[in-house]
């Protein structure tokens, strides 16, 4: 008799976004006249960018020929995708990363749930609070989260970095050392962010202490502020203790193509072992590339045309960002976020907790938002909206919550 991987037993509940997804269709079962504005799941609303869609035309066309056609992609990307890369988003900002340093894949989401498979079983994992739920939750399904508290909402074998408006959502250096420290900055989900000098001294306490950081850049087209990173290895020592995760979904659209790439600099040794090396075994044994196509979309980000066009785009979402943070201050909300980020992370208001606000936005104002406690413990009594409605929707959704 087979047995299962009980691990998975332990998760509680279903995967934050599936949870909410369920809620609003039941909503809308129950409703189907009322008119529901999602600014829940970050996922974009505007098209791709004309630049990109006139390259995916051709690259589909050279599909269907027998001399430009392309079957399986190279283990870790295309060249001329790799390349493109390094030269923009590092050789650009004065960072020493080469392009055999770059592993192409099907997006940030699953390498960020995919790279804890490099640690020993034994490994302490410290995330901020509130978090992504993926980092915590893929290392629940490998087993090395220990015992779930449902009162305190915590792993015991997890350690917490609370990141809220006391501590200017900063994360603090925690008392127990870890081994992997997951930063997500700009952060989803608080939409707020560090300086280049604090995350220097992120990148000194972990090469001090024989830790490893897994730098989530998801949200690096979005910062406005000059005093902050647009890559780890901006600082000084990153590249002998950091993995750089980044994303195509929300600097250009593509989460529906799925398009990331990974960072593993040839440098990062845990006891001689290169972790480049076993990256490399990792995605040659599990991963047979994005598709040509998609890589040949991503390379269009980089051209000066898409490079304009996305500007435009990304001014678009920061534009709503500014009408949420604006409206909900002057509707008297406490509001974080939305300089550096598509996200506004705001306090709920009257005391509610984070799903009572869920609950109060959706029958009252038809509005769909993400739950701050759906991110962890430090998260209840916040809540999370999206920039990347539609202007129109995201206009609409703020008069609705004014006039509750
Ligand atoms: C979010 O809403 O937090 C993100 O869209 C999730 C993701 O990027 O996977």
């Keep these: ?170 994360p603090e250096f925690p008392q127990e050392t870890p081994d992997i420290i997951y930063l997500c900055l700009p952060n989803n989900p608080t939409g707020t962010t560090i300086t280049k000098d604090q995350l220097q001294a992120w990148v000194d306490y972990a090469n001090k202490e024989g830790a490893l950081i897994i730098y989530d850049g998801a949200y690096e087209a979005y910062i406005s502020e000059d005093n902050v990173a647009h890559s780890i290895y901006e600082c000084q020592g990153a590249q002998t203790c950091a993995i750089e995760l980044k994303s195509f979904s929300k600097n250009a659209g593509f989460t529906g193509m799925r398009l990331g790439y990974t960072v593993v600099p040839k440098d990062l040794k845990c006891g001689g072992v290169s972790l480049h090396d076993m990256w490399a075994r990792r995605h040659g044994t599990k991963f047979n590339g994005a598709p040509y196509i998609v890589q040949r979309a991503g390379e269009a980000v980089y051209s000066e045309v898409g490079k304009a066009q996305l500007k435009e785009q990304v001014a678009y979402y920061m534009k709503n960002a500014a009408a949420i943070k604006n409206g909900l201050q002057d509707a008297g909300y406490t509001v974080f976020g939305g300089v550096n980020a598509p996200y506004i992370w705001l306090k709920t208001p009257q005391n509610m907790n984070s799903w009572e606000f869920f609950d109060y936005l959706l029958e009252n104002a038809n509005v769909v938002g993400t739950p701050g406690s759906g991110f962890g413990p430090s998260g209840e009594g916040y809540f999370r909206l999206t920039a990347f409605g539609t202007y129109e929707n995201t206009v609409a959704a703020l008069e609705r919550i004014k006039s509750l």
């Design 1 to 170: 008799m087979y047995q299962i991987n009980d691990n998975f037993q332990k998760l509680p509940g279903s995967y934050l976004f599936s949870t909410i997804a369920k809620k609003v269709n039941a909503y809308t079962q129950a409703h189907p006249e009322k008119k529901i504005i999602r600014l829940g799941i970050g996922d974009v609303t505007q098209p791709l960018a004309p630049a990109i869609i006139e390259t995916l035309h051709k690259a589909v066309d050279e599909m269907g020929h027998a001399e430009t056609f392309h079957g399986y992609a190279p283990d870790l990307g295309y060249d001329f995708l790799r390349s493109a890369i390094v030269k923009n988003d590092y050789q650009a900002r004065g960072c020493g990363i080469e392009a055999d340093e770059i592993f192409v894949s099907d997006g940030a989401k699953s390498d960020s749930a995919d790279i804890q498979e490099l640690f020993a079983q034994d490994v302490k994992i410290a995330v901020c609070d509130p978090v992504y739920p993926v980092y915590v939750d893929s290392n629940v399904m490998a087993g090395r989260t220990g015992t779930y508290n449902p009162d305190t909402q915590k792993w015991s074998n997890v350690i917490y970095m609370p990141c809220t408006s006391e501590n200017g959502f900063v």
